[in-house]
C-alpha cells in the first residue's frame, strides 16, 4: 500500500492553478463530483490538509459516462483504484481527513447533501462527472446551492467533446451548460480570470 495505482494523469496539468488558487482559500469542506480512481482526489487530500483538518465528500456512481461505456473501461476496478489511492492519500495527509464516499449519481446525491448536511454546506466544489450538457448543467445548479458564499467552484472539461471536430454535438459536451449555467448566474457567481480556459475557476459572490 505505498503507491498510487493511476492509469491516467488528466489532472496533472492543472496543479499549478489548483496550488495558487487552494492557499488562496484554504477550503476545509470540499466536494467532488466525479472521482473515477481518485487522482483529483488525492491531490485535493494531500494539499488542501497541509493547511488544517478537511472533510471531503466524493460523489461518484462508478458506473463510468458515456466515454468509459464507449471504451468498455471496468468501472469495479476503478472504484478499487480509488478506495486504494483515498486511503494512502489520507495516510500522508499533514492534518486529519474526514472521507466520505458517495455512491449514486450526482443529482440525488447532491439532493441528500441539501437533506443531510444544508446549503452552503461546502468551502469548495470540484464538478467533473457526467459531461452531457444536461447532466452537467444540473450539477452545477445543485453545486451552487451547497457551496457557500465566497467559496469556489471549478469545472473541468469546458472545452471537452467526444466526437471528431466537425461532427461535435453540443448536448455531449460541458461547455453549453457552463456557459448557461454562468450566463444565468452573473450576479452571484464570479470567474476568476488570468487561468487557463481549459477549466472553469468561479467565486460565489451571493444567494
Ligand atoms: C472524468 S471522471 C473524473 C475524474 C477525476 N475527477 C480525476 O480528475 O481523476 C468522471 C467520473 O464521473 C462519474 N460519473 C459520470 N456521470 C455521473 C453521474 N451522473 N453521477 C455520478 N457520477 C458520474 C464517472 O463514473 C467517472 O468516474
Known amino acids: 500500500m505505498t503507491e ?26 470540499i466536494l467532488e463530483i466525479g472521482s473515477f480512481e ?3 482526489t488525492c491531490y485535493i487530500i494531500e494539499k488542501c490538509s497541509s493547511h488544517h483538518a478537511i472533510d471531503v465528500t466524493c460523489i461518484d456512481s462508478w458506473e463510468g459516462g458515456v466515454e468509459e461505456h464507449q471504451k468498455g473501461t471496468a468501472m469495479s476496478e476503478i472504484e478499487r483504484r480509488f478506495d486504494h489511492n483515498v486511503a494512502l492519500a489520507q495516510s500522508r495527509a499533514k492534518n486529519p481527513v474526514t472521507l466520505n464516499k458517495i455512491k449514486m449519481h450526482s443529482v440525488p446525491a447532491c439532493c441528500r447533501l441539501m437533506a443531510t448536511r444544508g446549503e452552503q ?12 450538457a444536461p447532466d452537467v448543467l444540473a450539477d452545477a445548479v445543485l453545486a451552487f446551492n451547497l457551496l457557500r458564499v465566497g467559496g469556489l467552484m471549478i469545472f473541468d472539461d469546458y472545452l471537452w467533446c467526444m466526437e471528431a471536430q466537425g461532427k461535435e454535438d453540443p448536448l455531449n459536451m460541458p461547455k453549453p451548460a457552463i456557459d448557461a449555467f454562468m450566463t444565468l448566474y452573473a450576479r452571484k457567481m464570479k470567474i476568476i480570470s488570468g487561468a487557463p480556459i481549459y477549466q472553469i475557476y468561479a467565486q460565489k459572490t451571493g444567494r
Not at 492553478?17 to 469542506?29: E, G, R, S, V
Open 38 to 40: 481518485g487522482r483529483s
Open 4 to 29: 498510487y495505482q493511476f492509469t491516467n494523469n488528466w489532472f496533472g496539468g492543472n496543479i499549478p492553478t489548483w496550488d495558487y488558487l487552494m492557499n488562496q482559500f484554504k477550503p476545509a469542506t
Open 121 to 132: 454546506a461546502f468551502d469548495l466544489i470540484y464538478v467533473d462527472g457526467s459531461h452531457q
